[in-house]
């Protein structure tokens, strides 16, 4: 059977948050969609461990499609990601494991950057049509958010040249913001709807093909 990898993210401690809207999107997905096997997974917060646990999940499981999902806590839409940069840098803000990488470039034999193979444009634009507030993204941060997208994006382009790879962002959910200032949310429903959306077109685009590996 064809296979989907997904991740999302444990809580951002910097932020005090108790869940992470891009785990809580996966952590009940259906076992099968489409035809496909789906494995999801939570990834640490953190830019080494993380970077090894994307790239064990993809090495291990050879997914036909793999989709990151992060929280964008500042953005009015759901976003679905275009490129990842070979590039991370933490800012101001530390990672779960108190780290603060600056000008780092996240695999030493990557590209300087790799484009989503994703259908990002078609997606989106029927996700606006059912009413959702979705748009495409042309950066995806230098954060662990990035760093995921990458890997996929990486991992692509040097051992699985069939598997599709990409990244959606999402919002808080409206229960997770209140009390908070000015915090961008989406209802579930309809982040969630975003995400069969991807998956479906990119199902339908790798329907044909053998188990990558």
């Known amino acids: 059977m064809k296979r989907i990898c997904m991740t999302g993210f444990d809580p951002v401690r910097s932020l005090g948050d108790s869940a992470n809207p891009s785990y809580e999107l996966i952590r009940s997905f259906p076992k099968e969609f489409m035809g496909f096997e789906v494995l999801t997974f939570e990834v640490p917060t953190a830019f080494d461990r993380n970077r090894a646990a994307v790239a064990s999940i993809i090495q291990e499981h050879k997914p036909d499609i793999f989709l990151g999902l992060g929280l964008s806590g500042s953005r009015n839409e759901i976003t679905l990601e275009n490129v990842g940069i070979n590039f991370r840098d933490a800012g101001y803000m530390k990672d779960n494991d108190g780290m603060t990488p600056h000008h780092q470039p996240i695999f030493e034999d990557g590209d300087a950057a790799y484009i989503c193979p994703m ?23 230098t954060y662990c958010c990035n760093q995921v997208l990458y890997n996929g994006l990486y991992h692509r382009a040097k051992y699985f040249p069939d598997m599709l790879a990409g990244f959606l962002h999402v919002p808080y959910f409206p229960e997770q913001v209140i009390g908070r200032k000015s915090a961008p949310s989406i209802p579930r429903k309809q982040s969630a709807r975003a995400l069969e959306l991807v998956l479906e077109a990119c199902a339908a685009l790798v329907g044909g093909r053998e188990t990558v590996g």
């Open 119 to 141: 259908p990002v444009s078609e997606i989106v634009s029927r996700a606006q049509t059912e009413g959702i507030p979705m748009a495409e993204s042309y950066y995806c941060g």
